[in-house]
């Protein structure tokens, strides 16, 4: 009994001391993450950087359904863009239509067409691709089909330049060793099931472990040899879109669209310790030229995705949301010089379900911009995903524009009025000639066509306000016969013709 009791109170002791010590380093895990030091919690939609020293080793990633692709082979993106050939095609098109309609509306022709988009691919390494990416690539192990589905038909892959797909398409062994690579990031959850993990767990304690942590509570670990290896710091300016935004303009004034914005500068020794994966960014267009020569303010809001985060974090730094935004205004201005001020208000959509405006003005700055050939994504690591106009004043002379831009729009809708009205009109007499001509085209059909001419005669004598008239073939010759004088026609007596 005594060693039944012995040991009995060596396990409960050995329990406590297992309790303890789980006890301890839970709560020396939770305080080094607190403090990012051996560890850190890495918020949602965020991702954070392991320097040794001041040199990237690792990213650390809490974003769904997206993974780090740390490897220098590049690997396929996606990018859509707007189609200008589609567009182009569908404008003549319907400017056809316009044209057999007979309703271009003045010199105005330009249709009103929606802009088509199309997806361009650009390659880039050690980035955040979407998982969709990752399971489209595992297609090219089948030795039937070595390219890519989503990439294959779209054009000729000799054409894209890419070593790595090259490689993926004729290297045996490279293709097994991409393969096992993408078949790892997919195998990370993007939440926590707990059946899974169990599983997992029986086969690996410690990646399951691993991918409970990070999964179940955005909980990282970063390396037992702080600070040596830590958590990278750097400066970020910020700027969020208010609530609300400047009052309504009074008679004369401007409103200033700037007072939307709240810029959040860091002050010594506040650098930021992780960079969010998607931002709404408000940028300010001033003073955009039209092509009516009116001048107006644009607020946009940018829909900004991080994709290659080693480049804002330790390139650009605090000016990395500025450059993108610099480019975004030179594509808005550029677009604004096509576009009259009064179509640009009656066609902006202060929503951010306007993908009309996002297509035309922004999208293509993405792959190529002005003085920026290679696009924000491979310069600057970003991906503007979407943008929508949240606000617009006119600016210049208060008076004077506005009351342009109300004549020039009084202009545009009475003449759009007369031309329907002339229409009408047009459609009218058409209708009338045609009923006309079936009616006489019975009557001659049921007498003869020299009945027809004596009733259409008659007719034209009832309306006729002369006094004499010719009869004859036109030519000068025929017989004059005087015309008896209604009370309503004139008294004088016409001139016979020479003869």
């Known amino acids: 009994m005594n060693i039944v009791a012995n040991l009995v109170v060596v396990l409960v002791v050995c329990l406590l001391l297992i309790a303890m010590i789980a006890t301890v380093a ?59 050939e589609k567009t182009k095609a569908e404008a003549e098109i319907e400017k056809q239509k316009q044209q057999q309609r007979g309703t271009e509306g003045g010199n105005d022709t330009t249709p009103k067409v929606k802009w088509f988009s199309k997806i361009e ?34 054009e000729d892959p000799q054409k894209w330049g890419s070593d790595y797909l090259q490689r993926l398409a004729t290297d045996k062994g490279f293709r097994e060793t991409e393969c096992e690579s993408i ?29 409970y942590l990070e999964r179940k509570w955005g909980l990282f670990w970063v390396s037992i040899f702080y600070p040596l290896r830590r958590i990278h710091m750097f400066p970020i300016v910020h700027a969020r879109l208010k609530d609300q935004g400047p009052p ?51 607020l946009l809001v940018l829909i900004i995705d991080i994709i290659v985060p080693r480049t804002p974090a330790f390139v650009y730094k605090h000016r990395f949301y500025s450059l993108i935004e610099s480019a975004a205004v030179a ?50 690591g970003a991906h503007v995903r979407h943008a929508f106009v949240k606000d617009y004043e006119q600016t210049g ?40 001509a079936e009616v006489y085209g019975q009557m001659a059909q049921r007498t003869s066509p020299e009945v027809v001419q004596a009733y259409l005669l008659q007719e034209g004598l009832k309306s006729y306000r002369g006094d004499f008239l010719s009869l004859g073939p036109g030519t000068g010759t025929g017989v004059m016969v005087p015309v ?10 016409e001139s016979p013709p020479a003869t």
Request: proline share 4%; charged share 30%; no cysteine.
């Open 26 to 84: 839970v709560i020396f895990l939770y305080l080094s993450a607190k403090q990012n030091w051996h560890a850190t919690f890495v918020p949602e939609n965020a991702l954070r950087f392991v320097v040794a020293g001041e040199t990237l080793i690792n990213v650390l990633i809490n974003v769904k359904g997206h993974r780090y692709w740390g490897r220098a082979d590049k690997i396929p993106y996606d990018v859509i863009v707007r189609d200008d």
């Open 183 to 211: 078949r790892a990031l997919l195998a990370e959850e993007d939440g926590y099931d707990p059946t899974k993990s169990f599983k997992a767990f029986l086969r690996d304690p410690k990646g399951a472990i691993k991918v």
């Open 484 to 493: 008896k004088t209604s009370p309503g026609k004139r008294e004088e007596t």
């Open 248 to 298: 309504k303009a009074t008679v004369g004034d401007i409103r200033d669209l700037s007072r939307w914005i709240e810029y959040v500068k860091p002050r010594m020794g506040e650098d930021e310790d992780h960079l969010l994966f998607q931002v709404a960014r408000p940028v300010i267009v001033e003073d955009a030229e039209f092509q009516d020569r009116f001048q107006g303010t644009i």
């Open 121 to 154: 691919t650009i390659f880039v390494h050690h980035a955040i691709v979407p998982k969709e990416t990752l399971e489209t690539l595992l297609e090219a192990e089948d030795a039937t089909n070595k390219w890519p589905l989503r990439w294959r038909d779209r």
């Open 331 to 380: 594509a808005v201005l550029d677009y604004t010089r096509t576009r009259d001020w009064v179509d640009f208000v009656r066609e902006a959509k202060t929503s951010p379900a306007d993908s009309q405006f996002y297509l035309e003005a922004i999208s293509r700055i993405n792959v190529q911009g002005k003085d920026m050939p290679e696009g924000t994504i491979l310069t600057f």
């Open 397 to 436: 002379t208060e008076a004077e524009t506005r009351k342009a831009v109300v004549a020039k729009e009084i202009a545009i809708q009475q003449g759009e009025a007369k031309i329907a009205a002339a229409q009408r009109a047009a459609k009218a007499i058409q209708l009338e000639i045609g009923a006309l």
